[in-house]
């Protein structure tokens, strides 16, 4: 990663171009440069697929879970998806805003970049806050089971989880166009 970070900020020196002497080391410094951003760009791709296939496998799941398990096993399923996802699309979220932010740092700094930072960040925030909703919500919905049913809270927790995960998915999507007008 250390390396990749180095010959990302490589750079051709101003005039280097004129000496023979010199063109086959700055050409190779080049090539090294334009392999560690291939390099990133590709870790960026991978990233997004895992973290976008991720969400949206979820929320196919999510809608035939509702007519295919009784309550009980919905609940159960859902803590082992969650806790098994998170792991996975919390590394690949970081990938992808460790391969972007460093793509970023190589171009001059805008306002596209400032709008993808803020973007990278607010995105995080929401995912742990979504995170720890949909934790509540699994014990109300499991208290539910047990016999201890509050409706109105585990109503208004769903429509929490709900509108945090929409957001996940905007905040998603508003990234990788960003991202994509930011390396078009
Ligand atoms: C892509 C990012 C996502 C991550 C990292 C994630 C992670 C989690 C975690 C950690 C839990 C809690 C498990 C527990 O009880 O400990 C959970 C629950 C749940 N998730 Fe997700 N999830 C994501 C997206 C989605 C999407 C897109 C949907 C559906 C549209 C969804 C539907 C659910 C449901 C139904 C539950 C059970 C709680 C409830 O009844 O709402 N998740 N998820």
Same mark, same amino acid.
């Given at each position: 990663?250390?390396?990749?970070?180095?010959?990302?900020?490589?750079?051709? !020196? +101003?005039?280097?171009?004129?000496?023979?002497?010199?063109?086959?080391? &700055?050409? %190779? !410094?080049?090539?090294?440069?334009?392999? @560690?951003?291939?390099?990133?760009?590709?870790?960026?791709?991978?990233?997004?697929?895992?973290?976008?296939?991720?969400?949206? %496998?979820?929320?196919?799941?999510?809608?035939?879970?509702?007519? &295919?398990?009784? @309550?009980?096993?919905? #609940?159960?399923?859902?803590?082992?998806?969650?806790?098994?996802?998170? +792991?996975?699309?919390?590394?690949?979220?970081?990938?992808?805003?460790?391969?972007?932010?460093?793509?970023?740092? @190589?171009? +001059?700094? *805008?306002?596209?970049?400032?709008?993808?930072?803020?973007?990278?960040?607010?995105?995080?925030? &929401?995912?742990?806050?979504? #995170?720890? !909703? @949909?934790?509540?919500? %699994?014990?109300?919905? !499991? $208290?539910?089971?047990?016999?201890?049913? *509050?409706?109105?809270?585990?109503?208004?927790?769903?429509?929490?989880? $709900?509108?945090?995960?929409?957001?996940?998915?905007?905040?998603?999507?508003?990234? #990788?166009?960003?991202?994509?007008?930011?390396?078009?």
């Amino acid at each position: 990663m250390f390396f990749l970070v180095a010959e990302i900020f490589a750079r051709r !020196q +101003p005039g280097s171009r004129n000496l023979s002497a010199c063109r086959c080391y &700055t050409s %190779t !410094q080049m090539l090294m440069s334009e392999f @560690a951003r291939a390099m990133l760009v590709v870790l960026l791709q991978l990233s997004v697929s895992v973290w976008l296939g991720g969400y949206v %496998t979820i929320a196919i799941v999510a809608c035939v879970s509702r007519e &295919t398990l009784e @309550a009980e096993a919905r #609940v159960r399923f859902f803590r082992l998806l969650g806790r098994a996802f998170l +792991p996975v699309g919390a590394v690949a979220l970081a990938c992808g805003l460790l391969s972007g932010g460093l793509l970023l740092a @190589a171009r +001059p700094w *805008d306002g596209l970049a400032t709008a993808a930072f803020i973007l990278a960040f607010a995105l995080i925030v &929401t995912l742990a806050v979504a #995170v720890g !909703q @949909a934790r509540r919500l %699994t014990r109300l919905r !499991q $208290a539910a089971l047990e016999g201890g049913a *509050d409706t109105g809270a585990i109503r208004r927790g769903a429509a929490g989880a $709900a509108a945090l995960r929409a957001l996940l998915g905007v905040l998603s999507l508003a990234l #990788v166009v960003l991202g994509s007008l930011l390396g078009s």
